[in-house]
């Protein structure tokens, strides 16, 4: 199967808004998902607290984990800036980024503050529990 035969799939699919596609071609075959745009998200809230946080080599140094499986955001919308930013100072109660799981839209909280050294996944990216979501430098 060659790339060119890829990009099709992937335009066949958005021409025709599927959201996932099976193709099997002698003894390749390949899945592709992307993720929908809901026009009324429902917004629930996650504490980092119930995510893993998990201590760094160095002792004021924190990672922010997923709580759930599900589809990374980064803003609230497209045409929104994003949460936040690498070199952002949070604070505790601070929205990180939106994780949509079964179609519930779940804002991510922060319970710790300090500044975002690091965010480890791009926008639109599925993540699985404990896949880590930002990397945090506390306030000491």
């Known amino acids: 199967m060659e790339f060119s035969d890829i990009k099709q799939l ?33 917004y629930t809230e996650t504490r980092a607290e119930e995510t893993v946080l998990q201590a760094e080599t ?22 929104k800036k994003p949460f936040v930013t690498i070199g952002d100072k949070i604070n505790a109660g601070d929205v990180l980024c939106i994780i949509e799981a079964m179609k519930m839209m779940n804002e991510i909280i922060s319970d710790k503050s300090g500044v975002i050294t690091e965010i480890c996944v791009g926008n639109k990216q599925v993540v699985e529990y404990g896949h880590p979501l930002f990397r945090i430098r506390l306030d000491s």
Request: hydrophobic share 40%; with cysteine; charged share 20%.
């Open 10 to 42: 992937a335009l066949l699919m958005k021409e025709m808004g599927l959201t996932a596609l099976d193709y099997s071609d002698g003894d390749a075959t390949i899945r592709m998902e992307r993720g929908i745009h809901q026009a009324s998200p429902v």
């Open 58 to 79: 160095a002792s004021d140094t924190c990672t922010i984990t997923s709580p759930m499986v599900g589809v990374f955001y980064a803003a609230a919308s497209t045409d």
